[in-house]
């Protein structure tokens, strides 16, 4: 499938309502499958690493119907898996395999979790390292997947854990906080920086005792084992603000435009996507600010501006990890260079995503360069041309943008992918072109 929008003759204007955000749709399924009872969360996402998630449970025996939106999960506690020895496939997903190992070393489940060819180029071996300093056995293949798990006699509970991982990763912190909620005692998990708070909200709102420890170290969760069986959800999902950044990005771009996503997650952790625009010149505002499963949501309201280059590095490398690629379109139609440091980890996603918004962006025809860890793009050199989504969705919806402010034509080939994650990507944008 080729994807390309034509250049836009007048301002982005209106409102979209993103679906429920997929990292929270992850933890949902997954949460409520160990839950007592039966969970109802609206506002779930139907896409490809949604899928991997229900699909994975299903292997393992949990019980679950989407349907209209509506997720419901019959819970099985935190017993084993109903089917032992079972192989759950985890598609491309990195968030079901990281957050199902510590769910399998949470309940002393067999299994065995793979995934696609790209997934099994994922490392594990940061999850599996410290699973095993807590006694749970997994084998894997160096470090990559598949992941064989073995069964735990459910009278040995799991050591705590009391260490530091080696990078600021949500997926690998919330992994070793469900082994912990099995542990013989307290664990504290300390990051070298900050990381998404998700897991640790949704779990607090289910009853499970997990808080930050700042006196443990700056960046530090305390986990102390359950007490009580976890509640079952009742929720709507927060917007998911990695779609509407797509949206954002395309407002962004266009002069005059102004846009506003409805009911989208504005967890200070996932953020900095407004942070950076705001930055660079666009009128960034939150309204109707609530809470939901414990994640704050709010209306996000865009306003187009003469855009700058900026540095970006930090903490906000990881309250933007998932957006460069939108971010690096702006930055492609903004005046002088941006520059990103400190973001290696992007190197590890779908593709090695630095490698591939240089490329991509270079057939564009915009100047931009690798470094180590991030990347440098010098504004107002995009030409247009043909780009190719290399197997990576988010790669797919942001270079396609481009052709909405591009001298010249943008084609994406291969964009099929963008299905993954924003399925109704290409009619949100012609909406707000209309």
Known sequence: MDLSFDRASKPLCGEFSPAGDKSLA????????????????????????????????GALGVESSLDGGVLRVKGTGTRRFPREGAVAQCGNSGTTMRLLAGALAMTGSAARLDGSAGLRRRPMSRILEPLAQMGAE??????????????????????????????ASAQVKSCLILAALAASGESVIREPGPSRDHTERMLSAMGADVAAAPDAAPCAVRVKPLSRPLEPLHCRLAGDISSAAFILAAAAIVPGSRVTIRNCGINPGRTGILDCLSAMGA????????????????????????????????????RTIDEFPALAVAAAFAEGETAVRGAEE??????????????????LGAEAEETPDGFRISGGTLKG????????????????????????????????????????????????AV
Do not use: C, Q
């Not at 399924?29 to 991997?52: C, K, M, N, W, Y």
């Open 26 to 57: 992850h933890r949902a399924a997954l949460f409520a499958a160990l839950a007592e009872g039966e969970s109802e969360i609206s506002s779930f996402p139907d896409s490809g690493v949604t899928r991997a998630m229900l699909g994975a449970l």
């Open 385 to 432: 041309g043909t780009a190719d989504a290399g197997g990576d969705h988010r790669l797919a919806m942001s270079m396609s943008l481009a052709g909405l402010r591009s001298p010249e034509r943008v084609t994406v080939r291969n964009a099929e992918i963008l299905s993954e994650s924003f399925p109704g990507f290409e009619s949100a944008v012609k909406s707000l």
């Open 138 to 167: 997994a084998s894997s293949a160096g470090g990559f997947a598949p992941l064989d798990f073995k069964a735990r006699d459910a009278s040995k509970p799991l050591a705590p854990f009391d260490g530091s991982i080696p990078v």
């Open 346 to 363: 992007l190197r590890y996603k779908e593709t090695d995503r630095i490698a591939a918004i240089v490329r991509s962006l270079r057939a």
């Open 283 to 318: 009128d960034v505002s939150i309204s109707g600010r609530t809470v939901s499963a414990g994640e704050p949501v709010g209306d996000i309201t865009l306003r187009s501006g003469a855009l700058k280059g900026m540095e970006i590095g930090g903490d906000l490398v990881v």
